[in-house]
């Protein structure tokens, strides 16, 4: 089946050390997101891709970084000099270009927890 | 990034009443409007969506209503059920590169 597989679904790391997430999608999708969920509030746009090789960075991007070198694959490194990574992160992806706006499908998302 | 602001953040009904649920949003520009429900742990999923071209959109107990002129759209939910209890969030967009979310409402429906 299509879809956007998130991993780990949990993950626990000491205070310091980087830690990354992988997102991976076959829906042939070229456009993928980050977003942060804390409780009480919204998505927070972290980083976007519309293309292979390029991204941006969203609304709360400090501390973060991601690659796309593959368009099926966006993986998402938390560092340490994000100051407060304790979060649920949901990966997201949807057909990108021109002027149709497709359905953003999300993974499963994955639970960062900070020691 | 864009204001979309959504209310209320809490919701209780008993079941077989209706809820209903209220986004605005401050561009202009915006062309899609999405809803998406998001059960405890799991990543949200759409529901129903809607486009600028168009007022009202139903798809069997859920119907969406946007007012491009008042910039607000609106979830209906009736005949509430035990199962739709979860959060729900709107976002909208005007070119598919940046979705902006609704801080969620939690809704419970007491059997």
């Known amino acids: 089946d299509g879809g956007i597989t998130q991993s780990p679904k949990y993950l626990f790391r000491k205070e310091g050390q980087n830690v990354t997430l992988s997102c991976e999608q076959n829906l042939n999708h070229d456009a993928m997101y980050w977003y942060r969920q804390d409780p009480g509030q919204g998505l927070r746009l972290i980083y976007y891709s519309q293309i292979v090789n390029d991204f941006q960075k969203g609304d709360i991007a400090e501390g973060y970084s991601v690659s796309r070198e593959k368009k099926e694959s966006f993986p998402l490194t938390v560092t340490s000099a994000q100051k407060n990574p304790t979060a649920f992160y949901l990966c997201?992806?949807?057909?990108?270009?021109?002027?149709?706006?497709?359905?953003?499908?999300f993974g499963e998302g994955s639970r960062l927890t900070v020691l | 990034g864009e204001n979309v602001e959504q209310h209320p953040s809490t919701l209780s009904v008993q079941e077989g009443d209706s809820a209903v649920i209220k986004c605005t949003y401050s561009?202009?520009?915006?062309?899609?409007f999405p809803w998406y429900k998001q059960e405890l742990g799991k990543g949200p999923q759409l529901i129903i969506d809607?486009?600028?071209?168009?007022g009202e959109k139903k798809d069997q107990r859920i119907a969406v209503t946007l007012n491009k002129t008042a910039k607000h759209f609106s979830l209906h939910i009736t005949e509430t059920q035990p199962e739709d209890s979860a959060v729900y969030f709107c976002?909208?967009?005007?070119?598919?590169?940046?979705?902006?979310f609704g801080t969620g409402t939690s809704l419970t429906v007491i059997p």
């Open positions: 561009d202009s520009a915006s062309n899609y």
């Open positions: 997201a992806s949807t057909v990108a270009g021109g002027r149709y706006t497709g359905e953003l499908f």
């Open positions: 976002a909208e967009t005007n070119t598919g590169n940046q979705f902006y």
């Open positions: 809607i486009r600028s071209n168009v």
